[in-house]
């Protein structure tokens, strides 16, 4: 009964997201739902998430005020800006609980915590497009199971709601496809102490070139 019950609880928030896709509530407890699946312990078992798990860093806290302060150029300036053009504050993905232990919480709260940096790094805007980008980015890096569940309830969305924006969605999907694979690994990487890198510095170290975060700012 209780396994019916989850079922129905899953579709039911599943639905919801593929009407409204920005409901960042509806991802978390969708995210929350694979804690014991299969595909998470795929994830958990890849070489720099076991690298990670092995020595996990200090759970990444932000400030924008800090962050506006750091020099001009630098990942954590850019990353200011980034948030500030978007309105949106770094502390906004705090979902995995600090006081929780375990590693497939320390990993999803590494993900979340640099969640927007990867936006930053990689070129992907926040709009769907943008998130269904990096969604396909975390799926060639890290075999993601929710990044394959938000690919498909996005796609669903631009077909029953937004199909005008539906090559976009297309371009963005495969762009992160192919940058994700052609990448160093994101995860795991000590971002806090790159805050203060140049970022096309920060974007080297990663093997991204100058022309694929130009092609994300074309698609946008």
Do not use: C
């Not at 039911?12 to 699946?37: G, H, I, K």
């Not at 504050?89 to 999803?108: F, I, Q, R, W």
């Not at 936006?119 to 975390?138: I, R, S």
């Not at 806090?192 to 100058?210: D, K, N, S, Y």
């Amino acid at each position: 009964m209780r396994k019916i019950v989850g079922l129905i609880r899953f579709a039911s928030t599943y639905v919801r997201l593929v009407r409204d896709t920005d409901r960042l509530d509806l991802v978390f407890a969708l995210a929350d739902s694979f804690d014991e699946s299969p595909g998470l312990q795929r994830m958990l078992a890849s070489p720099e998430v076991k690298q990670y798990l092995a020595r996990p860093l200090p759970p990444l806290t932000l400030k924008l005020a800090d962050l506006r302060a750091m020099p001009e150029g630098s990942l954590g300036r850019e990353f200011a800006a980034f948030l500030d053009q978007r309105k949106l504050d770094p502390t906004g993905v705090y979902h995995s609980a600090l006081d929780t232990a375990g590693d497939a919480v320390e990993m999803k709260r590494h993900l979340e915590r640099s969640h927007d940096l990867w936006h930053t790094v990689l070129g992907f805007d926040t709009d769907v497009a943008g998130e269904l980008g990096l969604q396909a980015f975390y799926i060639a890096q890290l075999h993601s199971p929710l990044g394959h569940l938000l690919l498909s309830a996005g796609l669903l969305n631009g077909m029953l709601f937004h199909h005008e924006d539906g090559d976009r969605r297309m371009e963005a999907i495969t762009r992160g496809w192919r940058l994700g694979q052609a990448t160093r690994p994101l995860f795991g990487a000590d971002w806090a102490a790159m805050l203060t890198w140049p970022i096309e510095q920060v974007r080297a170290h990663f093997g991204i070139r100058p022309e694929d975060v130009r092609a994300a700012a074309l698609a946008a």
